[in-house]
């Protein structure tokens, strides 16, 4: 049953979305099989996963993103109630092209997909900041304010969680949320890029960011999960100190090039993790 407006933007996003008491594992589409393709939810169910993040694709020759075809919805739709695995969040890459902290392309591309997002009862949209369009300066942190501002309300009336994804410290991340001030803003945490792009010590990030800041995480690292420099261990043991309930995502690799059985060895590590 779908939770009223006033109860989504009060509760945390975990009690929202996990409606559980454990940690559960989610994949993205692009990890499962390719990006923005149904098929994917298939072999995620395969692979033990119990949610699917959607990617929802660059521009298309119609001026809008991929995911914006009602068709394709549809299928995500048709693809998540037959092997009952839930769409749980959706990554809007076209910001890596477009930049919120210095146009307003960006802002529309975002707020396309808020709808999308609102669409597929996903419930939580991750925006990105990396590469060129990284938040490295404080005035570019204090320029993406009055956008996330904007969208925030907009994602409200959606009933959508904004998702941070960032290569900032959860000090910045806590500035940015707090002027932002909206329930609708929160973090995506990945543990992967903060071990081994911007060298954060992710065990203390998320002790600091707190439940209520962080709305999903995103779990990968160089190779098979616990074979490398992320402690994924520790960071799980980390959200269950907080008392944090949601999906852990797997954004991780095929060393072996095998998709589907890299994905199933990776997910039921984790899962020895979750409990």
Not at 10 to 32: C, E, F, K, S, W
Request: charged share 25%.
């Amino acid at each position: 049953m779908r939770v009223s407006r006033r109860a989504f933007l009060t509760a945390p996003a975990p009690t929202v979305l996990a409606r559980g008491r454990r940690l559960r594992i989610g994949v993205m589409d692009g990890v499962a099989l390719a990006p923005s393709d149904p098929e994917s939810v298939a072999v995620a169910a395969r692979s033990g996963c119990e949610g699917i993040q959607v990617t929802l694709g660059r521009q298309t020759t119609a001026g809008h993103l991929v995911m914006a075809s009602p068709e394709r919805q549809r299928a995500f739709l048709a693809a998540s109630k037959l092997h009952r695995v839930p769409i749980v969040s959706t990554y809007i890459d076209i910001l890596h092209v477009h930049c919120l902290k210095n146009g307003r392309e960006a802002l529309r591309w975002a707020s396309e997909g808020i709808e999308i997002t609102r669409r597929l009862d996903a419930r939580i949209l991750m925006l990105v900041f990396f590469g060129k369009c990284a938040l490295e300066t404080r005035e570019e942190m204090e320029a993406v304010v009055g956008p996330l501002k904007e969208l925030a309300r907009e994602a409200e009336r959606a009933e959508v969680i904004l998702g941070f994804e960032n290569t900032l410290r959860a000090a910045d991340d806590i500035r940015i949320l707090d002027a932002v001030g909206s329930p609708a803003m929160q973090v995506y945490y990945d543990i992967g890029n903060a071990t081994n792009l911007y060298r954060a010590d992710p065990l203390q990030e998320l002790r600091l960011l707190g439940r209520k800041r962080i709305c999903q995480v995103h779990v990968k690292d160089k190779g098979w999960l616990g074979e490398g420099a992320v402690d994924v261990a520790g960071a799980v043991k980390a959200l269950k100190e907080i008392g944090w309930r949601g999906y852990l995502v797997l954004e991780t690799s095929a060393p072996s090039r095998n998709k589907e059985e890299d994905l199933k060895r990776n997910a039921a590590y984790l899962r020895r993790l979750a409990g």
